[in-house]
């Protein structure tokens, strides 16, 4: 449906020689006439509703929303529509993030703008809630449509599309409860960039945080976490990419990820190609088979973190699989053998951002031939040693004040915040206390003078630790504790 504005907005483009699209405004509190042809053409006009602009918008438009909370609609009995969702023209743009009434600067944070299907408003994902928000149309053009500072949620899939194209930037999708996919790619590439996959349940036989069958899937410096697939589904998973698709993940995290499913159940399974680029493993769960599990596909796992997640695990492949290739990563020692440059030394991975810690064997230890990206996964730029001698740091974080794998604390902005605290008593039998200056959650480490591993494990909001290494001969302990980007280093004398 074309409307006066947009035809005549058409002509003065013809007119003018420019390709440049309209600027449609869209603000939740606007009074303006609806009636009026010249709604939507500022912020004094704006729409009121989202819908009504993506009825007028064209390819090459790009929409502006204040913040708020937009919903998708409750169908109408007998409806034709099989949904309620927002209908997305391919080639255009939709902006989050200005004030309300659009006076002042856009910021996504503090004027976040939402998009909800949580249609019978309980403030939880059910089977009450809308099918898809949004659908993305496909038309033949060269624009991709573009979702850019906006925070999705509450429904059983964000977006849909079919033979398109488009890209996240800055965007969250969370609390979704999946019964095919948040994202539903068919023959669509879609490209993610910093954003956010959290608190998302995976339900139902085919489900999956991302499900794209044909074109392609790339995550820039975006981050999984806290996500759930349902246990007892055939093809539950964290995230399917199955056959036909090229799969491509760079800078990115996967923390506390829990996948219960009992068969193909895994993280990232079957591609036509998947390459993890300086990407951060951490305390991911999966039953069977593994974090990650590949069927006939090749598989490069580069500049990668893989530690410490609770599966047996981490790479599986049929017998029919491609070649799996694991260079310049960190690594579960039962992989080493088949992994080149590779280590499987503690990264000292702080969480829930996965950076790395002062000490970590990751820092300095990549290739940087690996990773065309100047940022790292939390905007830091990639290499800040400088020196043609120093190396991109291994995972999505890259540590400043390093310098070529002998980290050194920067005199002036590197210095890691200490956390207070008290240990007693030292030496000791074996048996001592650590006594935190405030709750704690972080993850303690006890290495002995050869640097092996003695003891780890996970603080949750302590006050009091006590630790047990009385299995040990006499002599001197490392504690590491890592909280967030707070570090405490302790020598602990073990004297009977
Ligand atoms: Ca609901
Ligand atoms: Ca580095």
């Known amino acids: 449906m074309r409307t006066i504005k947009s035809i005549v907005f058409t002509a003065i483009m013809f007119w003018t020689g420019t390709t440049l699209g309209a600027t449609i405004y869209v603000d939740l509190g606007s009074t303006a006439d609806q009636l009026s042809p010249s709604v939507g053409t500022s912020w004094a006009l704006a729409y009121n509703s989202l819908r009504e602009a993506l009825a007028t918008a064209q390819n090459g438009d790009e929409i502006l929303l204040t913040e708020g909370t937009y919903y998708t609609q409750t169908l109408a009995p007998g409806s034709v529509c099989m949904t309620g969702a927002f209908i997305v023209p391919n080639g255009v743009s939709i902006y989050g993030g200005y004030p309300a009434g659009g006076a ?53 899939t964000a977006i849909r599309s079919e033979q398109a194209s488009y890209k996240t930037v800055d965007c969250t999708f969370r609390n979704f409860r999946a019964e095919q996919g948040v994202l539903v790619n068919m023959d669509t590439d879609a490209i993610l960039v910093r954003t956010t996959f959290e608190d998302n349940l995976a339900v139902g036989r085919i489900s999956a945080l991302l499900f794209t069958d044909g074109g392609s899937l790339e995550a820039i410096s975006s981050h999984f976490h806290d996500n759930t697939s349902e246990s007892l589904k055939t093809f539950g998973a964290g995230m399917w990419l ?37 990407c951060s493993f951490h305390s991911n769960a999966q039953t069977s088979p593994g974090i990650v599990h590949v069927v006939f596909t090749d598989l490069n796992v580069l500049n990668t973190v893989v530690y410490d997640d609770q599966t047996l695990e981490f790479v599986t492949a049929s017998a029919a699989g491609g070649v799996i290739t694991i260079d310049y990563s960190v690594v579960p020692t039962a992989y080493l053998s088949q992994a080149t440059n590779s280590t499987d030394s503690d990264p000292l991975l702080t969480t829930p951002d996965l ?93 002995d003078l050869q640097a092996r591993l003695i003891l780890s494990m996970k603080l949750n909001e302590t006050l009091r630790h006590t630790i047990n290494i009385s299995d040990q001969p006499n002599g001197v302990y490392q504690v590491i504790l890592n909280s967030n980007d707070r570090q405490i280093t302790h020598l602990a004398m073990v004297q009977r």
């Open 242 to 278: 199955p056959m036909d698709t090229d799969g491509k993940f760079t800078n990115c995290t996967f923390y506390n990820n829990q996948g219960l499913s009992s068969r193909l159940p895994s993280f990232l399974p079957s591609s036509s190609s998947l390459e993890l680029i300086n």
């Open 104 to 156: 002042g600067s856009r910021d996504i944070s503090a004027h976040a703008t939402i998009i909800s299907g949580d249609l019978n408003s309980n403030g939880a994902a059910d089977a009450s809630d809308a099918r898809e928000l949004m659908l993305v149309q496909a038309v033949s053009t060269s624009n991709q449509t573009v979702f850019d500072g906006i925070t999705f949620e509450l429904a059983r």
């Open 355 to 447: 950076h790395l810690s002062l000490g970590s064997s990751a820092i300095d230890a990549g290739l940087d031939a690996y990773n065309a990206e100047l940022k790292d996964g939390f905007n830091n730029d990639r290499i800040q040693d400088g020196g043609s001698s120093c190396s991109i740091d291994i995972g999505a974080h890259e540590r400043a004040g390093t310098a070529c794998g002998t980290p050194k604390l920067d005199e002036e902005s590197e210095a890691v915040p200490v956390l207070g605290y008290n240990a007693y008593p030292n030496p000791s039998n074996g048996v001592f206390v650590l006594e935190f200056s405030e709750e704690t959650t972080g993850h303690i480490r006890v290495y």
